[in-house]
């Protein structure tokens, strides 16, 4: 600050200076030269160093000041770096911010992602403790088991039975119902009871899946059937018998092909045409109940399902014969008895010769899960062969030539089929069950549970078809525990039937000119375990009636399997084709079955 005043005080000094020479007036001036003192070098020396000590000063102040202006530029410079410096730091800052911030989001979202890893690996020792109890559970009680790349899962149940009848059959818990006996029969006045096993039952389905297909394959056997060492005095040691064994390939395009021993087509099924879902009736009875259609037998399926609404099914089926016939002659062969070496029953079996196997085609409607329709048709041919001049001797003419009793034999044929339809609907939140069933047409007795017969035979040994009808109601309550069931059925054989050759008697079946007048005759047995038969009882039966009620109650039911009781009561009425006299035997039998069963699970 002193230096620019001494700056400022120069120009005034000079100025000064200057105004007070000229303010000198003339008069002065020549006064002053008038008297002019005397200038030493002493004042000219004085003068000068007074001039250098300015200068000295002025080159100073000049150089205070030009340090003061580097000064000023390097503050100037250091504040420009300064604010750059600042702005670094700002920018830093932001950026150390927004670094901050996302490090904040990283860490939430770490602390997240630990809390879901922590979360997951809870689950995940939660899943592989379950897992390791499932696989314990498995290994322990497996439900199938596994082979080389098949799922194989065993089946079936273990029965302990009973069978009380009023009218002795000599029969296990399978009921032969046309054989209930007249009021003749000594057997009409003794009851029987049995106690049995047999119809234990052992399964077992293999099934192995394919990219394009299924592949299944299934056995059922139980121990309904006897061999000739089967006894029932001691070790009751009977042999177990086919009951099913056939193979399937079900394509993912709907078609399925399935052969072997099966339930035949004719049989009612629960959804579509599904093996292993026949709807049988809910009885203990091993032959079930009158009315019921079906066959266990060899055939091939082929069916489609169009979209679990619609199917269509078409199967070839094994055929037999079977043959009631009275005031014939021995004109005419229908079959043979079995020959072991063909491995068939040479012993109380007989298989006609069928020319082709049954036919049978069904379609099935069902549009929702409560109601199920079937409707089926059965075609079957029978043949036998006919021998004209039987009972002919060699000298006696036949047909206008002497000549042999085989002379021109022939065969013929003739067919058969019939119409079914199956009803079944699920009510109440399937808590109950009605079904009804039908089959009627010429030649289809044996489809039927009390096993009427498809043909009788004409005078000439030409095969005449009864016409056969089989019906069946059904109602089921199912609960958590129980279920109740009733069934009311009925299987009817027409008459056909015509007179002899010499018009004086009836031949074929139910023929009004046959004797029954001895039906209700009895008769003494003819050995101690042979009882007496009634004579002059031709005895067709016209229809049999079969009205049951039962229920199974299940102690449990769970992974260990199901252990359940039941008890069934029944009363079958046999009526006949009136004789002779207007007689029509009739006969009846009540009886009463339980069943203690323990179901694989």
């Known amino acids: 600050m002193k230096s620019v005043l001494t700056w400022c005080a120069i120009p005034l000094l000079a100025t000064a200076l200057l105004a007070q020479d000229a303010g000198t007036t003339p008069a002065k001036k020549k006064a002053a030269k008038k008297a002019v003192p005397a200038v030493t070098a002493a004042d000219v020396q004085a003068l000068r160093d007074a001039i250098a000590a300015q200068q000295q000063q002025i080159e100073q102040l000049r ?40 490090q904040q989001e990283a860490v939430t979202a770490l602390k997240g992602d630990m809390a879901d890893i ?8 939660l899943s592989l403790q379950e897992t390791q109890k499932n696989i314990a559970d498995s290994l322990e009680s497996p439900l199938a088991l596994h082979f080389k790349g098949i799922t194989i899962t065993p089946g079936g149940f273990l029965a302990a039975e009973t069978v009380w009848r009023q009218k002795a059959l000599a029969s296990d818990v399978n009921t032969p119902f ?14 029987e009871f049995f106690g049995s096993g047999r119809q234990s039952r052992v399964s077992m389905l293999a099934e192995g899946k394919l990219k394009s297909a299924k592949l299944s394959g299934y056995v059922e056997a139980d121990f309904l059937s006897a061999g000739v060492t089967s006894n029932n005095n001691q070790s009751n040691s009977y042999t177990m018998r086919q009951r099913q064994a056939w193979g399937q390939a079900v394509l993912n395009d709907g078609w399925s092909f399935t052969g072997g021993q099966m339930w035949s087509l004719v049989t009612e099924t629960k959804n579509g045409v599904d093996n292993r879902s026949e709807a049988l009736p809910m009885v203990i009875d091993a032959q079930y109940t009158a009315g019921f259609s079906w066959a266990r037998q060899f055939g091939f399926r082929v069916a489609k399902d169009f979209g679990d609404k619609f199917w269509l099914a078409f199967s070839v089926e094994n055929p037999q014969a079977t043959l009631t016939a009275h005031g014939t002659t021995n004109n005419f062969l229908l079959g043979a008895a079995g020959t072991s070496g063909g491995l068939y029953n040479a012993f109380n079996g007989t298989y006609s010769f069928n020319p082709i196997p049954d036919f049978v085609v069904k379609a099935v409607f069902q549009p929702t899960k409560t109601l199920h329709l079937e409707v089926f048709g059965l075609v079957s041919q029978f043949r036998d062969r006919i021998f004209p001049c039987a009972g002919a001797s060699t000298t006696v003419p036949c047909d206008g030539a002497t000549a042999p009793a085989t002379v021109g034999a022939f065969n013929a044929s003739t067919t058969g089929g019939g119409l079914g339809a199956n009803l079944r609907a699920n009510l109440l939140n399937n808590h109950v069950t009605a079904g009804i069933h039908f089959l009627g047409g010429n030649g289809v007795g044996r489809y039927g549970t009390v096993g009427l017969s498809d043909a009788t035979a004409r005078p000439d040994g030409t095969l005449a078809l009864i016409r056969s009808y089989q019906s069946l109601g059904t109602l089921e309550y199912h609960a958590k525990r129980f279920d109740i069931y009733s069934n009311v059925g009925g299987e009817y054989a027409a008459r056909n039937a015509v007179l002899n050759a010499a018009g004086t008697g009836g031949v074929g079946y139910g023929s009004p000119l046959f004797s029954n007048s001895g039906c209700d005759t009895e008769t003494l047995p003819t050995g101690t375990f042979v009882p007496g038969a009634p004579g002059s009882c031709t005895g067709d039966t016209r229809n049999l009636i079969e009205g049951t009620i039962g229920f199974w109650y299940r102690f449990y ?7 359940q009781w039941g008890p069934q009561f029944s009363y079958i009425v046999r009526n006949t084709w009136y004789g002779t006299n207007g007689v029509a035997p009739h006969a009846d039998e009540p009886m009463v079955l339980t069943s203690f069963r323990y179901y694989l699970p």
């Open 63 to 102: 150089q205070a000041l030009e340090n003061k202006g580097q000064s000023a530029q390097q503050a100037s410079q250091q504040a420009q770096q300064a604010q750059s410096a600042a702005s670094d730091a700002q920018a830093k800052a932001d950026q150390a911010s927004a670094q901050a911030s996302q």
């Open 118 to 125: 922590k979360q997951n690996s809870t689950n995940t020792a």
């Open 178 to 191: 046309n054989s209930v006996p007249f009021g003749g029969s000594s057997q009409s006045d003794l009851s």
């Open 557 to 563: 039911k769970g992974p260990k399997g199901t252990i």
